[in-house]
């Protein structure tokens, strides 16, 4: 593995620090005050990145509208459960732009409709993962990401057309429990991490273009533990171990999945032992068939993607995944917001 990240000495701090306090007044944010809230820590023409059914943003108002205030009125008593917080330069822009990255759950009452999803009345835990982009002491872009097919599950609907191959699980954080990295990572750990990411990536890109991949445990092998975790998006699910990850997701993603094409990414960026991007979107691909139960499709789809990791030792241990579902199967013709409100 290469090395050729240069040393992330940046005063990270600020960016933490305004974003920890942005988080803190979200705890008691209502439909009526999250508006405010956010314009005291956003630009007003911060540019906002979501999940289907709720895309792109432009300022502090529309954020809330279109977001926040729908999500407040479906949930009472909202708590941020913090599995995983650093911040980072972003390798995509030169390492100019700072970074935060948040990951956990989005714990409340499901007491209202949300999306045409029928309340439960009982606690609900809502996958997310938020990225902001802070400069000169304000969020200038913002990306969050929640499994809503999740909630689905959750509330007793299966909207998809077949079982999925990994572990249906109200996913926990880290194994080492120290995920939360609220004072400055190791330079020299942060430089390896992302390395490790890169080289990652490398690996996916090489077995792709092959003629003769190599075979993928060999693959997996030189990036990640043998008894890695893999946190999968509702839907695909999770797995455990190298060869329980060939067999319950990259095996069927690779089988069913064709054409696939690398985008890139917006942010991408690690802090001590933990690292992680996001794209918009990342991947764009054809459903070949059968993928998580839905027909060939002759669609070029997109998939928006975030990726978290934890490093352990040399390697990848841990790798939490979001994927906009959602929208890469409405891009096919497949309305699944729809669906379940008939």
Same mark, same amino acid.
């Given at each position: ?11 990270? $701090? ?11 007044? &979200? =705890?008691? !944010? ?9 314009? %005291? ?5 911060? @540019?906002?990145?979501?999940? *289907?059914?709720?895309?792109? $943003? ?21 708590? %941020? ?21 948040? &990951?956990?759950?989005? &714990?409340?009452?499901? /007491? ?23 400069? #000169? ?12 097919? @999740?909630?689905?599950? $959750? ?20 194994l080492t429990h120290d995920g939360l990295q609220l004072t400055p990572g190791d330079a020299r750990a942060s430089q390896i ?12 890109? @090489? !077995? ?6 190599? *075979?993928?445990? /060999?693959?997996? =092998? ?5 008894? &890695? ?19 319950? *997701? ?8 064709? #054409? ?73 013709? @497949? ?8």
């Amino acid at each position: 593995m290469s090395i050729s990240i240069p040393p992330i000495t940046a005063d990270l $701090q600020p960016a933490k620090t305004l974003v920890r306090a942005l988080y803190s007044e &979200m =705890a008691t !944010a209502t439909p009526d005050t999250v508006a405010g809230i956010l314009s %005291r820590y956003m630009t007003a023409d911060c @540019h906002w990145y979501g999940m *289907h059914p709720f895309h792109e $943003q432009t300022g502090p108002a529309a954020i809330a509208r279109s977001f926040w205030v729908p999500f407040l009125t479906a949930f009472s008593s909202v708590q %941020r459960r913090e599995d995983i917080f650093f911040a980072g330069l972003n390798e995509i822009d030169g390492f100019q732009g700072q970074w935060t990255c948040s &990951m956990g759950h989005l &714990m409340g009452l499901f /007491d209202h409709a949300f999306l045409g999803i029928a309340p439960t009345r009982k606690i609900a835990m809502v996958r997310y993962a938020e990225f902001h982009h802070v400069r #000169d002491g304000k969020i200038v872009e913002s990306a969050l990401f929640v499994d809503l097919i @999740h909630l689905m599950l $959750q509330a007793g609907l299966n909207p998809l057309r077949a079982e999925q191959t990994g572990a249906h699980l109200v996913q926990p954080g880290p194994l080492t429990h120290d995920g939360l990295q609220l004072t400055p990572g190791d330079a020299r750990a942060s430089q390896i991490t992302l390395a490790r990411i890169n080289n990652m990536i490398g690996s996916i890109d @090489h !077995a792709n273009a092959a003629d003769k991949p190599p *075979h993928p445990r /060999d693959e997996l =092998a030189e990036d990640w533990n043998r008894d &890695m975790l893999w946190w999968g998006p509702a839907g695909i699910g999770a797995t455990y171990t190298i060869d329980r990850y060939i067999e319950q *997701h990259q095996g069927p993603f690779r089988t069913h999945i064709k #054409d696939r094409a690398f985008n890139g990414h917006l942010c991408r960026m690690a802090e001590g032992m933990y690292g992680g991007f996001f794209g918009w979107p990342n991947l764009t691909l054809t459903n070949g068939g059968s993928f998580m139960g839905f027909p060939a499709s002759d669609v070029r789809a997109d998939m928006r993607v975030v990726d978290i990791y934890r490093r352990e030792g040399d390697r990848l241990a841990e790798n939490w995944i979001f994927i906009d579902i959602l929208h890469f199967l409405n891009m096919q013709g @497949h309305d699944i917001l729809a669906e379940i409100s008939r």
